[in-house]
């Protein structure tokens, strides 16, 4: 089954513990992207990927660092969480582009206490 | 910077209502456009997509929805509601060139009384 496969589903953590947030997906996609998802914010892009080795900032990307060492990979790494990054984070793939949609994966609900 | 605007934060509906949901976007140029959908605790699925051809698009679960270039707009409709679509609904309008970006709404809250 074609899908974005992300880990954990539920985090809870303390300020200042590193963590990663795994995504990978089956699809043979180029493009991948995180975004994290506030209430009343909407969906806001934090990091993104156009091929293995090529990242960029979206427009929340202060506090995460991301790696695509590989095609299927792509995660999410917050070296030192605060609580302000408690939210609900869906990766997401796309063949070419983002302009051509996504599927994304089934979300990560991270609390930072 | 483009937008994409969704008029409604909440609507509320019966079942059986017939819904429409506005979108509306700044970007001038060719686009791509998007409705998803996130029922309560999942991740969100995509409804339908409009690249180009018949204005009028059809998608899962009975949705459709109509691109007037002239409007900028890309609303969602569904002739009959059901408690089922109870629901968050994302507009997106995807742009730019061979990465292009996509830019995605507030959503709207869709609650659907029995």
């Known amino acids: 089954e074609a899908q974005v496969t992300q880990n954990p589903r539920y985090l809870i953590t303390v300020t200042g513990k590193k963590l990663t947030v795994t995504c990978s997906q089956n699809?043979?996609?180029?493009?991948m992207s995180w975004y994290r998802q506030d209430p009343g914010l909407g969906l806001r892009q934090i990091y993104y990927?156009?091929?293995?080795?090529?990242?960029d900032k979206g427009d929340v990307p202060e506090g995460y660092k991301v790696s695509r060492k590989e095609k299927r990979n792509f995660p999410l790494i917050l070296e030192s969480p605060s609580p302000n990054q408690t939210s609900l984070y869906f990766c997401?793939?796309?063949?070419?582009?983002?302009?051509?949609?996504?599927?994304f994966g089934s979300g990560t609900r991270l609390t930072v206490v | 910077a483009q937008s994409v605007s969704q008029h409604n934060h909440h609507v509320i509906l019966s079942e059986a209502a017939s819904l429409e949901l506005g979108c509306n976007y700044s970007?001038?140029?060719?686009?791509?456009l998007f409705w998803y959908v996130q029922y309560p605790g999942q991740h969100l699925q995509l409804l339908l997509k409009y690249f180009s051809g018949d204005p009028l698009v059809k998608g899962i679960k009975g949705f459709e929805a109509e691109f007037i270039k002239s409007k900028f707009s890309f609303n969602l409709r569904k002739p009959s509601v059901q408690w089922s679509d109870t629901a968050e609904y994302f507009c997106?309008?995807?742009?730019?060139?061979?990465?292009?970006?996509?830019?995605f709404g507030k959503g709207t809250k869709l609650s659907v009384k029995p």
């Open positions: 970007y001038g140029g060719t686009v791509n």
């Open positions: 997401a793939s796309s063949p070419t582009g983002a302009n051509y949609g996504y599927t």
């Open positions: 990927s156009m091929n293995v080795e090529v990242t």
């Open positions: 997106a309008v995807g742009y730019g060139g061979s990465q292009g970006n996509l830019i």
């Open positions: 699809m043979n996609h180029e493009y």
